[in-house]
């Protein structure tokens, strides 16, 4: 298999449009001519987005197939925003030739709904004692890569966003499912609260709700 970029002498696809039916999604394209079959590449939208999949992680579908399907067809059982990217093809002796389409017009963003991510904090103090103990609970529909959440820590009171304290990192994913996270040590007039590293484009994938 080998990728060409697109030109003005290539096929390329377009008017790549997509509609969701409760959890099948359809994509439907016009077809370049003399293109008898295309790639399917997708992905979480995330994620990188790779310019040149390897062919594993692609599906060939035929103009055969879209003909008698009225479109293309996928059952999404997963939440959150995923992004098709649709390959024209040809073969060129026994290899498959893919166009790389710089303008964009083959790949399309959707969104199956919000991931639920529900977080509790609880902490422990003594009376004598200069430091607390704070516990952060996290329950996911679906896996959180690690980079989608921070926590924060501030002085006095609740940090009110992501810029209103000293950030802190996750140095792992979340699995779908309730993870306890290991207890950690703050002054006792310190407070955290977990933020989206990214609050526009995360809070356009999940939902961040405390418990």
Request: aromatic share 12%; charged share 25%.
């Amino acid at each position: 298999m080998q990728y060409i970029h697109a030109d003005s002498s290539t096929p390329s696809i377009r008017e790549l449009t997509h509609q969701m039916d409760e959890d099948r999604c359809t994509l439907r394209w016009r077809w370049p001519e003399g293109v008898q079959a295309v790639y399917i590449y997708r992905t979480a939208a995330d994620q990188p987005i790779e310019d040149e999949p390897v062919v594993s992680r692609m599906k060939l579908y035929t103009r055969d197939e879209y003909k008698a399907n009225n479109g293309y067809h996928e059952r999404t059982q997963d939440i959150g925003r995923w992004v098709y990217t649709v390959f024209a093809s040809w073969m060129d002796g026994h290899e498959p030739v893919l166009i790389r389409q710089e303008d964009g017009l083959n790949r399309k963003e959707i969104s199956t709904g919000k991931a639920r991510i529900i977080y509790s904090i609880k902490q422990k103090s003594s009376f004598f004692q200069k430091y607390k103990t704070i516990q952060m609970r996290v329950t996911t529909e679906v896996t959180i890569h690690k980079e989608v959440l921070c926590y924060v820590k501030k002085q006095g009171s609740y940090p009110a966003n992501k810029s209103d304290g000293t950030v802190y990192p996750f140095v792992q994913h979340f699995s779908p499912g309730k993870t306890i996270l290991p207890i950690i040590e703050v002054g006792k007039n310190d407070f955290v609260r977990l933020f989206f590293t990214d609050g526009p484009k995360y809070g356009a994938m999940y939902e961040l709700i405390p418990e």
